[in-house]
């Protein structure tokens, strides 16, 4: 019971976040503000985990590619694969939930406890419209970049290891790379990044929205926020991967 | 004026608010007083429509504000001035973003216009050249302040102070306390404070309400505090040494 009841409360929430902004202006601005936060200050963090995790993992499927039989161009071809159908899209948002997600709660909840929401709906603002639209609406228009970033610099840092080591050659890795492109896969790939960044804001903000209490309550939600958004992540990826691509 | 009435609200099994009627007249400070836990937020907040009450009426000028539609609720709280217990300022914006917050929102000001008024704004509590600070960078009294500021922007027709002087010295409070004095007879506003503090029920108080186990329990000026003969009243007001001395002496 207690599960419909938070669904419940979730979607009502939404009823009153999917309305009309009071000023677009203002609406737009506090978009681009949001942009930074969200998609800009996770740039270094997605960069830094795509190059690494593109470099050992064409490191570790090149070592463990020993038989002759298996052409070495496949290297390259499984990195890209990798990041554009489950890497970049997948991974970067679980770690993106605990990055921007328990932000959201914990700026959201703190809101709530100092009062600050109720400040809002005593000046007559629509206060989930006006907090969590320009987060959702910044995530959905940064997600896909960062998505694309992580694939090239995923994909960029297999191709260190070949230009540093000899664990496959330069050639091979970009015919790898170019071998069977199935464009779609990309379309695919955005698509996901797409509703994951509508489940990580709207979950960790609907956590935030909801706290009572005080600076304990806040961390809490900003845990419960990650936890539960990770899970959806994981059960929409099942979900999406079933229907778009069997 | 604000009038409410026979408002009731309970959370779970546990009734909170029992039959509460109360006329707030424009002009004049109304203050709620009672002992922590006896209702009288859960008042202040049901008139505002932070909570729902399970029966009853609240009308802001006859106008029906309980069982209203959100957007007529949102209208009528644009002519609501609201000083929170913490001040509930912005924490990631300045003193002036504050304050012209409100009038970003709902009206068409210029830039100028809107500068001029925040600074007519900021004038008026007595804060200057504190523009560009954020919350965390002036005094908890300059954050009261600023929460008065920003209350007042739009010139409500209706002021709520949830404990202004809370966490203050007492000169500050009294600054404080005559701050919102002025403003209410300089605006007419209809004004409601929820306090325990004697020192601005003495000072400013023009009609008291007592709110005890969720009941109103007693009415009356400040005047008349002193020679009530409602036990739990007495209890209340006169728990200090302070305010028995005064007692005394006045009887």
Redesign the interface.
């Known amino acids: 019971m207690k599960l419909f009841s938070v669904i419940g409360q979730y979607l009502i929430l939404m009823s009153a976040v999917f309305t009309k902004p009071i000023r677009t202006r203002i609406f737009f601005k506090r978009v681009f503000e949001e942009i930074e936060q969200i998609g800009m200050d996770s740039i270094w963090i997605v960069s830094i985990v795509s190059v690494f995790m593109g470099a050992v993992l064409t490191l570790q499927v090149a070592i463990n590619f020993t038989s002759p039989v298996i052409p070495q161009y496949l290297i390259g071809l499984s990195a890209r694969d990798t990041f554009i159908l489950e890497f970049s899209s997948t991974i970067i948002c679980l770690i993106l939930a605990g990055k921007v997600g328990s932000n959201i709660a914990s700026e959201i909840g703190t809101m709530r406890i100092t009062e600050q929401i109720d400040a809002l709906e005593i000046m007559g603002v629509n206060s989930a419209n006006y907090l969590i639209l320009p987060k959702i609406t910044a995530a959905l228009i940064s997600f896909p970049f960062l998505n694309l970033l992580s694939i090239i610099l995923g994909i960029f840092g297999g191709y260190l290891i070949a230009v540093m080591t000899d664990v496959v050659t330069i050639y091979d890795y970009v015919y790898g790379l170019n071998y069977m492109f199935i464009p779609f896969y990309i379309t695919y790939s955005l698509i996901k990044i797409c509703v994951f960044s509508i489940i990580i804001t709207s979950v960790s903000a609907f956590h935030g929205y909801y706290t009572f209490g005080g600076a304990l309550e806040v961390g809490k939600s900003s845990t419960k926020a990650v936890v539960y958004s990770i899970i959806l992540v994981l059960l929409f990826n099942l979900i999406l991967t079933q229907l778009l691509l069997t | 004026m604000i009038e409410v009435k026979n408002v009731n609200k309970s959370f779970g099994e546990q009734l909170v608010l029992i039959d509460i009627n109360a006329v707030f007249k424009p002009g004049k400070i109304n203050m709620i007083i009672g002992r922590s836990g006896s209702g009288k937020t859960v008042l202040l907040k049901s008139v ?3 909570h729902s009450p399970e029966t009853g009426e609240i009308l802001f000028d006859g106008r029906e504000f309980i069982r209203a539609n959100i957007k007529f609720k ?5 002519e ?1 001035g ?1 000083v ?3 001040g ?4 990631s914006q300045s003193v002036e973003d504050n304050i012209m ?2 009038l ?3 009206t068409n000001m210029s830039k100028k216009e809107k500068i001029d008024r925040v600074n007519f704004c900021l004038d008026r509590v007595n804060i200057h050249n504190a523009n560009k600070l954020f919350p965390s960078e002036i005094s908890g009294g300059m954050q009261k302040r600023v929460a008065i500021a920003r209350a007042m922007v739009l010139n409500p027709k209706y002021l ?1 102070c949830d404990e202004p002087n809370s966490g203050l010295d007492p000169q500050t409070a009294i600054l404080i306390d005559q701050l919102i004095h002025e403003l209410t007879v300089e605006y007419n506003m209809t004004t409601i404070i929820n306090t325990h503090d004697m020192n601005s029920i003495m000072q400013i108080a023009d009609n008291i309400i007592f709110i005890f186990e969720g009941r109103k329990w007693w009415q009356g000026g400040r005047e008349d505090i002193f020679y009530t003969d409602n036990t739990e009243l007495n209890d209340f007001v006169f728990a200090s040494e302070l305010c028995k001395k005064i007692k005394k002496s006045n009887s």
């Not at chain 2, 949102?74 to 644009?78: C, G, V």
């Open positions: 505002i429509g932070l949102r209208e009528i709280r644009k609501i609201m929170f217990q913490g509930a300022l912005f924490t917050f409100p970003n929102l709902f709520f």
